[in-house]
């Protein structure tokens, strides 16, 4: 099932309009925070459809060209809907957990993987830029909330990860992405977001070679953007409040329960 575009434009223009209001609650610039489509489990022609209305949103506003960002979790949903979106030139960025196997194919579609959480996967992906002659950005992804079903280095091995990272001249640190702990507690969400801004601090003033570009703080999703904003998010991962609750996988691959 496709999501219809006019409800689309509306869902993102509800979003945008929520984006804009924490960040001037915050007292940030208008315009400092990116909006990333999580867009996992929705269809090609769901995403083509959010990409397109996205560019026609950003064209009523003057001076406001954008690049699209766009958010996979699985390798696989990358390289399935990457063809179908390459004419719209979309900046496709990995947010989910990267297996050694599907470096390579990740590699053919995103430009950033933002949740590299280990100096191992550092290390694989340094060495596969250096096969292609090519250079990527990265996002070092921390578990701030410590709950054990997320992915991202444990706060205290995160620095190993930052200088496996900031070793390798074909990777570049562009900064710190996390989950935000599943609690209706916004403090305790906030607590969360403030010690990712924190290492961003540590790590971006360090003076050290390779970390004066780690400015980003990928944190905030539908449910706690503004929570992230106001912790400084510089970019926000939004899924279902765009494309609607996502359909539950039943066992079998694709499928969606009847709804
Ligand atoms: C699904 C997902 C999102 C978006 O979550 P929503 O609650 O649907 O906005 C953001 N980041 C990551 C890593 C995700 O897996």
Redesign the pocket.
């Known amino acids: 099932m496709t999501t219809g575009a006019t409800e689309l434009a509306e869902r993102l223009a509800r979003v945008r309009s929520r984006v804009a209001a924490a960040e001037s609650a915050a007292g940030r610039p208008a315009g400092s925070v990116r909006l990333l489509l999580?867009t996992?489990t929705q269809d090609a022609a769901t995403v083509r459809a959010a990409v397109l209305a996205d560019i026609a949103g950003a064209a009523t506003t003057a001076g406001t060209a954008r690049r699209v960002l766009l958010?996979e979790?699985r390798v696989q949903e990358l390289v399935a809907k990457g063809p179908d979106l390459a004419d719209l030139a979309p900046e496709l960025h990995l947010?989910?957990p990267l297996q050694s196997n599907k470096v390579n194919a990740a590699l053919r579609w995103a430009t950033c993987v933002q949740?590299v959480d280990s100096t191992a996967l550092a290390d694989r992906l340094a060495r596969r830029c250096a096969d292609d002659d090519r250079t990527l950005d990265v996002l070092v992804q921390v578990n701030v909330s410590g709950e054990p079903t997320k992915h991202g280095a444990a706060p205290q091995d995160a620095l190993d990860v930052v200088r496996a990272v900031a070793g390798h001249h074909r990777l570049q640190l562009r900064g710190f992405?996390t989950?935000g702990a599943n609690t209706p507690d916004e403090r305790a969400v906030r607590a969360g977001y403030a010690a990712l801004r924190d290492l961003r601090d540590k790590v971006s003033g360090s003076g050290e070679a390779g970390t004066g570009d780690a400015v980003e703080l990928s944190m905030g999703?539908?449910?706690d953007l503004e929570a992230a904003v106001a912790e400084g998010a510089t970019i926000v991962?939004?899924?279902?409040?765009v494309?609607g609750p996502?359909p539950v996988r039943a066992g079998v691959p694709g499928t969606a329960p009847a709804a």
């Open positions: 999580a996992k958010g979790n947010i989910g949740s992405m989950v999703m539908s449910r991962r939004i899924g279902t409040a494309f996502r």
